[in-house]
């Protein structure tokens, strides 16, 4: 203990550690606003955006192998069917099939065939993924025209569409319609999916990545792949309004930049620890020269400076911890930020470092003297 207790009454330690308890909070608080603004942005990319591969071959091995998707699906590729009542095609053409009902007063009180299309056809889905159970003959609608007509949809609920699936014809009752959380989709019954899924003639996977760079890579991955003619690849970001763009925009710009900021402030803490635990290591080693002539063995003195150290960062990361901590807490009070208090995964990285290096240069030394 008298040791430890001459290792602290140094000036020089207060000064180390006060540098050290200033650095890491700054660390702390950086590595917070960079989760902070991950997170915002991985939430927008799962609520928006989505990546569909489109293909004439069955990827399922390669997508469970790959670590950055959550989740896929396989949609049946449903085509439009024969006139409908409740349901226009507008001017102009989807997947070729030329216009049959121009826009007219009529049409106010349908909903519209290019709202239910993703691209070239109607993915068509099982309904228990919206946590839904329909019978064989009903399907659910989750489409665009949901935001402008929804003084109609209940009108348009309990009436009959027709879908054409490989060229056969499939008569379905509108169970309810939906606002789609990112492209326009139906919902079929279980049931009818996995005995319509047996006829399936192309492969429309509906992937959902784990955050916001998973979704970038796998989209640059697999385009680089669709060049070779592996398969189509369709990656969508569906912003509902300007605001939303803006603020995707702004995330994704702050992401960058705290990226960088993280990088170079990781930089500059590990050089200031090694310069400032070599110094230390080589100031204790010093004294450590006369509890050598007294008696004192080398592991004895190499036990003496790594309980000095190890208490000295014990220290320097309870004050850091309380001090982010409570800067932390103003800024979601003051400002509404909603910061994730206490990283584990970050300040474990940190203390594995620290004591890296004061481990290295402690048994260096000792093994030269």
Aim: charged share 20%; proline share 1%; glycine share 2%.
């Amino acid at each position: 203990m008298i040791f430890i207790k001459s290792f602290f009454r140094k000036s020089k330690i207060k000064i180390y550690l006060t540098i050290f308890v200033v650095l890491l909070t700054a660390l702390m608080t950086i590595f917070a606003f960079n989760e902070y603004y991950n997170r915002l942005l991985d939430n927008m990319i799962f609520d928006h955006s989505e990546i569909i591969m489109i293909s004439t071959e069955n990827h399922d091995e390669e997508l469970e192998n790959e670590s950055g998707i959550t989740s896929y699906y396989k949609a049946l590729d449903f085509q439009n069917g024969a006139d409908n009542d409740i349901i226009y095609m507008p001017n102009g053409q989807i997947n070729g099939t030329s216009a049959t009902v121009e826009e007219n007063e009529d049409s106010k009180n349908k909903i519209s065939w290019q709202n239910l299309y993703f691209r070239d056809c109607i993915l068509a889905l099982p309904a228990s993924l919206i946590n839904m159970d329909i019978d064989d003959n009903s399907v659910i609608l989750a489409t665009n025209d949901y935001d402008y007509k929804s003084d109609i949809i209940s009108s348009i609920i309990g009436k009959k569409i027709e879908f054409k699936y490989n060229d056969k014809s499939i008569s379905l009752v509108v169970n309810d319609i939906i606002m789609p959380k990112k492209s326009p989709y139906i919902y079929i019954s279980d049931n009818l999916y996995s005995k319509l899924a047996t006829e399936m003639t192309s492969y429309h996977y509906v992937i959902n990545t784990l955050n916001y760079f998973e979704y970038e890579r796998l989209s640059d991955k697999w385009e680089n792949l669709e060049k070779n003619n592996f398969y189509r690849l369709e990656t969508s970001l569906y912003l509902k309004n300007q605001s939303d763009s803006d603020k995707s925009t702004h995330f994704r710009e702050m992401v960058e930049f705290l990226n960088i900021i993280s990088i170079i402030s990781s930089i500059i803490f590990a050089i200031i620890v090694i310069l400032i635990i070599k110094d230390l290591v080589n100031d204790e080693n010093k004294y450590n020269l006369l509890l050598k002539q007294v008696g004192y063995n080398k592991l004895q003195n190499l036990m003496i400076n790594l309980k000095s150290l190890l208490l000295f960062d014990l220290i320097i990361f309870i004050l850091a911890f309380i001090f982010s901590f409570l800067i932390l807490i103003l800024l979601n009070n003051i400002f509404g930020f909603t910061f994730q208090i206490y990283d584990l995964k970050c300040n474990f990285i940190i203390i594995a470092i620290v004591l890296f290096f004061e481990v290295l240069f402690n048994i260096a030394y000792f093994s030269k003297n």
